[in-house]
């Protein structure tokens, strides 16, 4: 029987790239920052560093170690607690696919953004802090009226949206003997950046003001569930797990590799980037306050309003190098995307096809970037922030990763079981864990990763159709479980055309 030497990390550092890379995206930047000066400034970093330690890291384990155990992607680690389970591991496949489809786009924006902060193309000045808004519905997006109305593909979206997928075409081609390297340059470029846009931020008039409500404490919203909701939320989104990639990625580490102390590593690095970048976007926030003399309720803080409106507010409103900062902001953000994309789409897709049916590299990064190109066009039209950043990314990013993380640990956790996982990386890793991680991976994660698609999810959507739509846009959030589910159980009954040893050397 054939037998196949699988791809190795060049070295220890790569894979370290490679996978805070994989964890650190958009999200660190326009979400945790946010959610922080939301959900009680400084106190709200309890409940943050509670869901890292109870719920992140242990997760992340179970991902690199079964990747490694099975020396396979998500499906082949499913597969091999049993084939009825194989359907388990391609779930999060699907979801992986749906969110590189609509994260490109939003890729494809800054690509545009880059362009437009060389001549500060939304103004200088107060007619920039007046135009930026309307520069990016109208001028970037054309944005349609309503989901109904699809319109059609902005060609410049289109354009830079190719050129993303161009780009992640050429870094996952050739595997992880390209994508260590091009982590490793990728991340170090990105916190040079970042460290920049602190500094200037810092430097700002009124940063000090923004940065209080940043982190000034308020311990009495410890009680409220939503504050533990929003903490255990994010920590589930910014780790990138769930998604299928990180059993990929531990797949690739070499038999004697440390499991325990990359999860650690990895964990606290991404968390440790979002606390940093909280300093950048709230300074920022301070100058815009002062800057207007407006209350910081009316600076839009999170998502893509932060991103694509107040952050060029705040260059058109700088005393000096407007463009450079806005390029060095906008580079920062592409960059960001990129590692987790190509993550996605290598780690959450292709090499999942490549272990299943044996086809060649190059052949299913083909038929992977064409194919989500081609459906992410659908997302550069008029209407297609609805349908993609939105209705999409509820159905994969919110409800996809979630019931598929949580059913996933309850499977490893009684099935495999979690004892045995334990074992098995404690033979190589420095940091020995004990018997409480079998409880976590047993009860307490999947635990709380229900208690957050049910609280912040099937509580409000089934009540009220999500994001206020016609009943019959927010019903296709279902409509998309439901599809990928069955897709998932089909591929499970598809024979494999892959060798079916694996070298572990």
């Known amino acids: 029987m054939v037998e196949v030497v699988r791809e190795r990390w060049g070295g220890r550092p790569y894979f370290i790239f490679a996978a805070l890379g994989s964890a650190i995206g958009l999200g660190n930047l326009w979400r945790f920052p946010y959610l922080t000066y939301e959900y009680g400034g400084g106190a709200f970093l309890i409940p943050w560093i509670i869901g890292l330690i109870v ?64 001549t500060t193309a939304w103004g200088v000045g107060e007619a920039g802090a007046t135009g930026a808004a309307p520069f990016f519905w109208e001028q970037v997006l054309h944005i349609s009226s309503g989901p109904e109305v699809l319109g059609a593909p902005v060609g410049a979206l289109v354009g830079c949206l190719a050129i993303v997928w161009a780009v992640i075409f050429l870094v996952t081609f050739k595997g992880i003997k390209v994508i260590g390297p091009v982590s490793k340059y990728v991340m170090i470029t990105a916190w040079t950046f970042l460290v920049i846009l602190v500094i200037r931020g810092l430097t700002l008039p009124g940063a000090a003001q923004g940065l209080n409500f940043y982190l000034a404490p308020d311990f009495s919203g410890l009680g409220n ?54 300093f950048a976007v709230f300074s920022i926030v301070g100058f815009i306050m002062q800057s207007l003399s407006i209350p910081v309720g009316e600076v839009a803080a999170k998502s893509v ?38 993550f996605l789409a290598y780690g959450g897709v292709i090499s999942p096809l490549m272990d299943k049916f044996g086809i060649s590299r190059i052949k299913a990064t083909t038929i992977v970037c064409v194919i989500a190109f081609l459906i992410g066009i659908i997302f550069t039209t008029e209407g297609g922030i609805y349908w993609g950043p939105d209705i999409l990314d509820r159905a994969v990013s919110f409800y996809g990763l979630l019931l598929t993380g949580a059913l996933a640990c309850i499977v490893i956790g009684w099935g495999f079981p979690a004892s045995k996982l334990r074992k098995y990386v404690n033979e190589t890793s420095d940091f020995k864990i004990g018997a409480w991680f079998d409880w976590l991976i047993k009860i307490v994660v999947p635990a709380a990763l229900l208690f957050v698609v049910i609280y912040g999810g099937f509580v409000q959507d089934i009540a009220t159709p999500y994001g206020g739509y016609p009943l019959w846009v927010a019903s296709m959030i279902w409509v998309i479980l439901a ?23």
């Open 55 to 118: 719920l992140g890291i242990p997760w992340m384990i179970v991902e690199f170690g079964m990747g490694r155990y099975f020396q396979s992607s998500a499906p082949g680690v499913f597969g091999g607690i049993g084939k009825k389970w194989e359907w388990l591991g391609w779930w999060p496949v699907w979801c992986a696919f749906g969110i590189t489809t609509y994260y490109t786009v939003v890729m494809a924006w800054t690509l545009r953004y880059i362009g437009a902060a060389a």
């Open 225 to 278: 569930m939503e504050v533990w909701f929003a903490a255990f939320s994010q920590i589930a989104f910014t780790l990138s797990l769930g998604m299928a990639g990180m059993y990929a990625y531990g797949s690739f580490i070499a038999k004697k590799g440390d499991i325990s102390n990359n999860a650690f590593i990895t964990s606290f690095g991404n968390c440790a980037t979002s606390f940093f970048a909280g």
């Open 305 to 342: 309003g932060l991103a694509f409106i107040t952050w060029p507010v705040a260059i058109s409103m700088m005393p000096g190098a407007n463009s450079f900062f806005g390029i060095i902001f906008f580079l920062c953000l592409f960059l960001l995307g990129l590692s987790s994309a190509y």
């Open 483 to 505: 599809v990928t589910l069955g897709l998932s159980f089909w591929l499970q009954k598809v024979k494999t055309r892959a060798p079916k040893e694996v070298s572990r050397k």
